[in-house]
């Protein structure tokens, strides 16, 4: 994957912090990740991430509604059964940065 293009980060309202912040403690919950990660490659029903993740189904849902109401995933009906993907590709786009950045080697000399 290429590295962003770095861009000048303007200042950022104290609103939209809190938001980053709840986003991202939402989303650094070992179990909600998992879900998430199930969801990027294509759309998922409750019962297959539960199945695949070895979770409980209503565990599954109730993750799924915190991760729906925050924007990060969507839910689709088709038939009896709701599947579930990633809102838009800004959510892969965190994960694959997050990973890559996890997977670089550490400089402790150039880290600040």
Same mark, same amino acid.
């Given at each position: 994957?290429?590295?962003?293009?770095?861009?000048?980060?303007?200042?950022?309202?104290?609103?939209?912090?809190?938001?980053?912040?709840?986003?991202?403690?939402?989303?650094?919950?070992?179990?909600?990740?998992?879900?998430?990660?199930?969801?990027? =490659? &294509?759309?998922?029903?409750?019962?297959?991430?539960?199945?695949? !993740? /070895?979770?409980?189904? $209503?565990? #599954?849902?109730?993750?799924?509604?915190?991760?729906?109401?925050?924007?990060?995933?969507? =839910? &689709?009906?088709?038939?009896?059964?709701?599947?579930?993907?990633? !809102? /838009?590709?800004?959510? $892969?786009? #965190?994960?694959?940065?997050?990973?890559?950045?996890?997977?670089?080697?550490?400089?402790?000399?150039?880290?600040?």
């Amino acid at each position: 994957m290429q590295p962003r293009k770095q861009t000048a980060t303007p200042l950022i309202p104290d609103d939209t912090i809190v938001q980053l912040a709840d986003l991202f403690r939402l989303m650094g919950d070992p179990t909600r990740l998992r879900i998430i990660l199930a969801c990027l =490659a &294509e759309p998922i029903s409750v019962g297959n991430i539960a199945t695949r !993740l /070895d979770l409980s189904p $209503s565990l #599954v849902s109730h993750h799924l509604r915190l991760l729906k109401a925050a924007r990060v995933l969507r =839910a &689709e009906r088709r038939g009896k059964q709701i599947f579930y993907s990633a !809102l /838009d590709a800004h959510i $892969s786009c #965190v994960v694959d940065d997050m990973v890559a950045h996890i997977g670089e080697p550490l400089d402790i000399e150039g880290a600040d």
